[in-house]
């Protein structure tokens, strides 16, 4: 809830004249964020911010002045560290006693500990198929038999989890289409495009290239120990104290959500242009 609000609010702090009154919003939500999942929280706020530094840098270009989006930074940076310092500190002080107690554990057992569920590649199926791999552990009617939440070793000693999974992942084909039909349109361009092509148009191919390579990386980073260069993300500060990279998936629906929208939009625009030219 609080990122969509958000996310809002942040593109009309870079946009509108009333920039101060919407960097303060954006700023509240994107703090109000950390008062729940403080994970899950972070996860988003990487991609919030990465949007709110493209449409600053996108803003200052056009305007050829850096005051306005450094200061709408500025303000919307101030409010979220003042709604989410309470919460981020308290749960700064847990981790640092967890990290205490598993100072005597390997780096092996660490990384096992942090990545058990990632989402697995070959799962990604679930995103057009409910219930290919079983709909849940547990679940009499179609159990799941995937390898998420599966214990290090497991295959080899049969202790701990052979797999946990409490939800579907299911998405839908259309948004997929769409989000596709988005990025082709960006690409490529339409026919529709060329008449319309200028400023507007680079700003919004701008856009769907963003939220492509967001969606891109999020579901990468939900793949957790099954991609490779999640290594490296792992070495960022307290990203190692953080579980289960499965939880990139929730942002991953948030920007497939918005390539989506993009995408429906692009094919009504083609529909009317090819109406339009048939008559």
């Known amino acids: 809830l609080w990122a969509g609000v958000g996310l809002y609010c942040l593109a009309q702090a870079l946009e509108s004249q009333a920039h101060y009154a919407w960097s303060i919003l954006a700023g509240a939500a994107i703090g109000l964020m950390f008062l729940e999942q403080l994970d899950v929280a972070l996860f988003f706020g990487l991609v919030l911010g990465a949007y709110a530094l493209f449409l600053a840098i996108r803003q200052a270009r056009a305007s050829h002045s850096w005051w306005k989006p450094c200061l709408v930074l500025l303000t919307l940076g101030a409010m979220g560290l003042l709604f989410s310092f309470s919460n981020i500190l308290s749960n700064y002080r847990i981790n640092v006693q967890e990290v205490a107690v598993m100072q005597a554990e390997s780096a092996e057992e660490k990384w096992a500990y942090a990545t058990q569920w990632s ?17 849940r552990s547990c679940e009499a009617a179609g159990p799941y038999w995937g390898r998420m939440g599966r214990s290090a070793g497991w295959e080899e000693t049969r202790q701990g989890f052979m797999n946990f999974k409490l939800e579907n992942q299911y998405l839908g084909a259309i948004p997929i289409l769409l989000a596709l039909f988005a990025l082709l349109a960006a690409i490529k361009g339409l026919p529709h495009d060329q008449a319309g092509a200028g400023a507007e148009h680079s700003e919004r191919k701008a856009e769907i290239i963003f ?29 190692s104290t953080i579980r289960n990279p499965n939880k990139f998936l929730q942002v991953f629906q948030l920007t497939l959500g918005i390539l989506a929208a993009y995408g429906l939009d692009e094919a009504l625009k083609y529909h009317r242009a090819r109406t339009l030219r048939k008559s």
Request: aromatic share 24%; charged share 10%.
């Open 119 to 135: 989402w697995p590649p070959t799962e990604s199926i679930d995103f057009i198929a409910p219930g290919y791999m079983g709909w």
């Open 211 to 239: 939220w492509s390579c967001a969606a891109g990386l999020t579901l990468l980073l939900a793949f957790g120990k099954y991609f490779p260069l999640y290594a490296l993300f792992y070495k960022l500060p307290l990203i």
